[in-house]
Structures are given as C-alpha cells and as structure tokens.
C-alpha cells in the first residue's frame, strides 16, 4: 500500500546521505517550526554529495510525505512501542517517522528503509537506539502495521479538527471531506507559459505529455523531472504556478499598457503574469528577501523593464497616483495549498485565523484608497476559509458602498462553472477537477470602484 513513489537512485553511503538530508529537514520543519521551503533550501543548499536530482527529488518527496502523513505516522508509532507514551530524543523520533513514511507510503524495499534507518541512528550518536528503531520498524512493515495502517482514518488524523471544523461549516459534511481527502494527496506541476510560445500555442511542441488545463495552465505528468532541466527553462518560456493561482489576475481582462499595483507580490507568479499581459507592474513586499527572488525570476522570464520592486508594507504604502487595476494577494493561512505545504497541517492554529483575517480587512480598506473611479480591484488569497474569503468581501462591500462585485464569467477562467460561487466570486477547490490532479484552494473577488 504505497504512494507510487520511485525509490531512492543512490546505494550505500549515497542513500544514508539522502536520508539524512530528510532527517534534517524533519527536524527543522518538527522541531524548529521551519517552513518546509525554507528547511529543504537550507538542507539542500549544504549537501553538495547530493548532487544527482533523483537524490534531491528522493529528500523532497520523503520529508513531504512524511508531513502529509505525520497524523498517520503517529499514530501507527504509537501502536508499534510497547509504551505509548514513551518520550524518544527528537532526532529517534524523526528517524522513526521517516522509516515508516518509506515502508508504507513509498516505493522503498522494506530491508532498505529499515536498514538505513538504523545507520542512520548510529551514525547520529544514536547507538543505544539502534535496536528499539530496528524493532519498532520491524513491527510496521510486517502485517500488522499494514493492518493498522488500512484501518485508519487519514482525515481525521492528519487534518486538525479545528481546520475540518471550519471547512464543514463553510461546505457540509460531504464536500469538507473530499477537500481534505484532496489536500493530503501530493499536487502535481503546473506551468504558465508565457514567452512566444504561449502566444501561438507552442505548448504541445515544448510538453507533448503535458495537458492544457481549462484555464490555461499545462500540467506536466508524473515524474517530468528537475524543474531546472525541464525544456526552455533558461530561456524564461514558463514559470511553475498552480493553474487556480493562474485565474485570479484573468479577472482584470486586457492590462496591455496599463499600470497595475501588485501589493502583496512575493513571491511573484501573479507579478510576472501580469508582466507577461503586457502591464506596467509595480511589485510590493515588506520581505526583502522574498522580493530578491521574485527579481531572479523576473529576470529569467526576460520581464525586469516591465516591473518596479519596492520593498514596502501594503498597509501603509500611499501612491502618488491612483490606478486602474490594484491586485491584492493577501496573506492568509493558505489551506487551500497544504498539497504543496504540507507543514501547514502542523504549524497553523485557530488563532492564525483571526490574526489574519485583521490584517486582510486592514489591507482591503488600503488598497481601495488606491483604485481609480472606474477601476477594478481583484482581492484573492489561498485560503479555504470563507471568513478569508466571502465574509471578507461582504464586510467591505458594507461599508464601502462606492465599490460593487463584477461577477465572474465562467468563460474567462476556460468555462469551468463550477468554480464560481453563486455570489460571482471565484472558488477553487483540492476537489476540483479530481480528473485531472485538482486544484489549490483559491479565492477571487472583482470590485469595481463606481
């Protein structure tokens, strides 16, 4: 009972070094409440021994599973140990989590996760361990961990109660069990095509496994590769971006020539798809950092004339001028992306929520300031949360009478109906599109400033 996942490509030293990479990540994400993202860019950066890109695939496919599984693979720990409740250095503890990740959640020979598990221990200082890890995962990977793992309820172990609470008051029982099913299933690669190609549909002379989703996006089938070696990377011809993340800057129609306040840009696939449209941007972020990246890629699509960076908080920035179209990509709790950051179903709380939710009514009052009479401002963010959402746009709208929603048509975003609310506002889904690999969570409202 596996993930489908092709085992690691090195042997010896080689795997050891793999899965110590995985280790460390784990610990950092665990332990030290890291962002996956940032844990696998640390870890990576310094292990020059893992230099082949299977090796690399291997660390960030194993470190992600074991998160979106972690509920899971706690559970089952707490079943395998004679005491339960028996407390385990956090290092064993993560070694544990990431042998049983590759005895039944990957394609990983059961006497190789066992086996490099335990080196791995010892080689870690670990040695009085050695035997309980042996042992513990021993116990998994017979018949009986596959029995309790088949008896198990991955929802209600791996998504926090409070979060499925909240997605069923928001969608009913039904629908809040197949957004949770979805989001702990691994989201595959999508790509916005953006030089020459796009424009006259070169997408099947660059990817002829990849499918052309309803709104635009090609998705690449399972194990495409390295990102960076991937056909026409460096010659900026795409960038990697969920195809729900993709509808929300469509929203604003033809911004050829036109000047668009990007305020919450970071870490910049709207930014360059509007560059790509032909717009004028100027790129807000209060992160330096994340802003830096944003240039990096900017500057391989061929889009640096087309963008000004500021490095400025949203909530405070006032414009010399007004304009015509205002994107805010508000900061969120990003459930609807926990396919692709699974450290979220650890890391966030009720209590992020409302944080959140004060800052986006915050930044929604500001951004309108800087709209033009006539002008259209898109409010998005990749939460599930209708109180991200809906409830936000519906407070504003309260209060802000010169402002009214421009519903969507489904023929903007590719036809698909099911993705815009009853109210006109855009809805994505993991449960969308179950055919085609789903979708991130995304929400989308068009106001237009009367």
Not at 43 to 50: F, I, P, T
Not at 92 to 108: E, K, P, R, S, Y
Not at 262 to 273: M, R
Not at 347 to 357: G, Y
Request: proline residues 6%; hydrophobic residues 40%; neutral net charge.
């Amino acid at each position: 009972m596996h993930d489908g996942v092709q085992p690691v490509s090195g042997r010896g030293a080689q795997g050891l070094e793999a899965r110590a990479a995985a280790l460390d990540v784990l610990l950092a994400v665990v332990e030290r409440k890291q962002p996956l993202d940032l844990a696998l860019e640390q870890v990576l950066g310094r292990c020059d021994s893992l230099s082949d890109s299977r090796d690399r695939g291997f660390v960030r496919m194993l470190t992600g599973t074991a998160l979106r599984r972690y509920g899971q693979i706690s559970d089952l720990l707490r079943r395998a140990k004679k005491d339960p409740d028996q407390s385990l250095p956090p290092e064993v503890a993560c070694i544990l989590v990431c042998g049983v990740t590759q005895l039944l959640f990957m394609d990983v020979p059961d006497h190789a996760a066992v086996d490099v598990s335990v080196r791995l221990a010892r080689a870690r200082g670990f040695d009085r361990h050695a035997g309980f890890v042996n042992a513990v995962l021993r116990r998994i990977g017979r018949e009986e961990g596959q029995a309790w793992r088949a008896a198990q309820d991955p929802v209600r172990l791996c998504v926090p109660d409070w979060l499925f609470a909240l997605w069923v008051a928001d969608y009913g029982q039904a629908q809040a069990l197949r957004i949770a099913e979805a989001s702990l299933r691994e989201a595959p690669l999508d790509l916005t095509l953006c030089g020459p190609l796009a424009r006259r549909g070169g997408d099947q002379d660059l990817f002829p496994d990849g499918v052309r989703l309803p709104g635009g996006s090609v998705r690449l089938p399972d194990g495409a590769g390295a990102v960076s070696r991937l056909p026409e990377f460096e010659n900026g011809q795409w960038f990697v971006q969920d195809a729900a993340s993709a509808l929300p800057v469509r929203l604003f129609g033809d911004v050829a020539g036109q000047t668009v306040y990007d305020l919450c840009a970071a870490p910049g696939g709207k930014t360059a798809q509007l560059a790509a449209a032909g717009a004028q941007v100027v790129a807000l972020d209060r992160s330096a950092a994340r802003l830096r990246r944003l240039e990096d890629n900017l500057q391989r699509l061929g889009f640096e004339d087309r963008v000004r960076v500021c490095v400025q908080d949203a909530q405070s920035w006032v414009p010399q001028t007004s304009a015509r179209f205002v994107l805010l990509d508000a900061p969120c709790s990003a459930t609807g992306t926990i396919r692709r950051h699974p450290d979220l179903l650890l890391h966030k709380s009720a209590a992020d929520i409302a944080r959140l939710c004060a800052i986006q009514a915050r930044l929604l009052r500001h951004a309108a300031q800087h709209v033009a009479p006539g002008g259209c401002l898109v409010y998005c963010t990749c939460s599930l949360q209708k109180v991200e959402g809906e409830a936000q746009i519906d407070s504003f709208l309260a209060e802000h009478p010169e402002f009214s929603r421009r519903p969507v048509d489904p023929a903007e975003i590719g036809g698909t109906e099911d993705l815009v609310t009853l109210q006109g506002d855009l809805r994505t889904l993991p449960s969308h599109l179950p055919d085609l690999g789903g979708l991130d969570g995304f929400f989308a409202a068009r106001l237009v400033r009367g």
